[in-house]
C-alpha cells in the first residue's frame, strides 16, 4: 500500500511510520537487538543536512495525506497578519495600504490551494483503496 511512497535513503522508517500513523493505523514499538557493528562505528547522518531533509520528508507526507494540515495554519497567521496590519493602518494613516490587502489575499489564496489539495489527496486515497480491492 505505501511501497510507492519510499525513499531511495535511510528514511524509509520514518516514511512508513508516518504513513501508517497518517492512515489510522497503530504503530507499536519493538526492542530490536543492537547490531555490534553499528555501536562502534561512525554515524553518517548529517544534522543540519538531513535534519532538512527529515523535515522536507515529514512534510511531504503530511501534504500527501492531510494538507489541510500545512495550508490551515499558514494561511491563518497571514490573515492574522493582514487583519492586524488593517486596523493598524485605519488607526494610524485612516487608509489601507497594498502591504495588508496583499496579506489578505496571500491568506485568502492559500486556504483556497489547501482546500484543492485536500480534495486531490482525498482522491488519491480513494482511488487507491478501489484499485486495492480489485
Known amino acids: 500500500e505505501f511501497i510507492h511512497l519510499l525513499p531511495n535513503g535511510f528514511s524509509y522508517p520514518t516514511t512508513l511510520t ?14 530490536v537487538e543492537s547490531i555490534k557493528k553499528r555501536e562502534q562505528g561512525k554515524s553518517k547522518i548529517q544534522p543540519f543536512k538531513n535534519g532538512f531533509e527529515f523535515v522536507l520528508l515529514i ?7 492531510d494538507p ?9 497567521l497571514f490573515f492574522a497578519l ?6 493598524h493602518q485605519l488607526i494610524v494613516f485612516g487608509a489601507v495600504k497594498g502591504g495588508s490587502v496583499l496579506a489578505l489575499l496571500t491568506a485568502v489564496f492559500l486556504f483556497f490551494f ?5 480534495q486531490s489527496a482525498a482522491i488519491r486515497r480513494e482511488l487507491r483503496r478501489k484499485t486495492g480491492e480489485n
Open 82 to 87: 493582514g487583519a492586524g496590519l488593517v486596523i
Open 114 to 118: 489547501g482546500l484543492i489539495a485536500d
Open 18 to 31: 508516518l504513513s501508517f500513523l497518517k492512515t489510522g493505523y497503530f504503530v507499536g514499538y519493538e526492542n
Open 68 to 76: 489541510l494540515r500545512i495550508f490551515m495554519p499558514v494561511s491563518m
Open 59 to 65: 512534510m511531504r507526507i503530511i501534504m500527501l495525506f
